[in-house]
């Protein structure tokens, strides 16, 4: 996800898309070290995308940019 559109949503909807892509990147790891998995290149855009959504939150948290919507 660009992190435009990431920048758009609410605190607690990029606290959710967080928790949903670790667990997507728990379940891609276990897949990948336990039988071949159908796109292992995927891991590796969900943790830029994990990576990105911290980031953002972040930034938000220290002042340096605010979200689009109000929190909670």
Known sequence: MKPEKMRE???PEIEQMLRD???ERFNL???LST???E???RVRAVRRDIARARTILREHEKGIRKLGQAEG
């Open 35 to 37: 039988q071949n998995a």
């Open 9 to 11: 949503m609410s605190v």
């Open 21 to 23: 892509l670790e667990q």
């Open 39 to 41: 796109n292992p290149l």
């Open 29 to 31: 790891e276990f897949r």
